[in-house]
């Protein structure tokens, strides 16, 4: 079993605790800041558009999804869906989200490595993580030792592709919200609203830093296992 020594259970203890954390914070801060209107009025789908054709770019367009925190760019589809609360929404949270996603947008325009480096890694990552159940399932139910290490050392190759697909998406976030938090300075908005978009997307970022200690964490647990097996 992958994780029945009890040093890998302790290991995880303090990683769960972050990702707790780390989603109230979120949710807090988001719920803060969903109550504050912005200095402007403008909705989240305005903001979105205004920054989008005043980069120039013209073949994206803004639609109004379902869900809270659903916002996502689908760079195959060419087109930032915003939730409806953010669509709509004219709060700090709902220009910060919908300048956030733009941000994915211009880099796709631009050519942005990090990004392009993540949309080609995607499916080898996404058919990691299908593997790692297949794995599980099989370290319970076969046995010999040949066979354990075999299947030790697929979960090593599966974790290592899983940690590296969430550490460039760290430059891919931290860089959107950067570009989004320009945008917003650029637009004139208040010192105010500046301050509470970048603390919504700050708390967004830490998400994916808690994804990324996760997935080192798993990893170096593995590695660990693997290493007392021998």
Do not use: W
Not at 23 to 28: A, D, G, I, R, S
Not at 111 to 116: A, E, L, N, T, V
Not at 128 to 153: D, P, W
Not at 200 to 214: E, I, K, P
């Amino acid at each position: 079993m992958f994780y029945s020594y009890g040093f890998g259970l302790y290991a995880m203890i303090p990683v769960i605790l972050l990702g707790l954390f780390v989603h109230v914070h979120l949710k807090t801060t988001y719920s803060k800041y969903s109550g504050i209107a912005n200095v402007r009025g403008m909705t989240g789908a305005q903001m979105a558009e205004s920054i989008l054709r005043g980069a120039g770019i013209y073949d994206v367009g803004v639609v109004c999804i379902q869900g809270q925190l659903s916002d996502h760019f689908d760079p195959s589809k060419k087109v930032v869906r915003l939730s409806e609360q953010v669509y709509n929404g004219t709060s700090i949270a709902s220009i910060g989200v919908a300048a956030h996603e733009c941000g994915h947008a211009i880099q796709h325009d631009v050519g942005y490595f990090p990004i392009r480096l993540r949309s080609a890694v995607v499916g080898i990552t996404n058919f990691s993580s299908k593997i790692l159940y297949f794995l599980m399932i099989a370290s319970l139910v076969l046995s010999g030792y040949a066979f354990s290490t075999v299947i030790f050392n697929i979960a090593i190759l599966c974790y290592a592709v899983i940690f590296f697909f969430q550490l460039i998406t760290l430059p891919v976030e931290f860089n959107a919200s950067a570009r989004a938090v320009q945008q917003i300075k650029a637009a004139g908005f208040s010192d105010q609203d500046i301050g509470g978009v970048r603390k919504v997307l700050n708390a967004a970022a830490m998400t994916y830093v808690a994804s990324a200690v996760t997935a080192l964490t798993q990893l170096l647990i593995m590695i660990s296992r693997s290493r007392r097996r021998r």
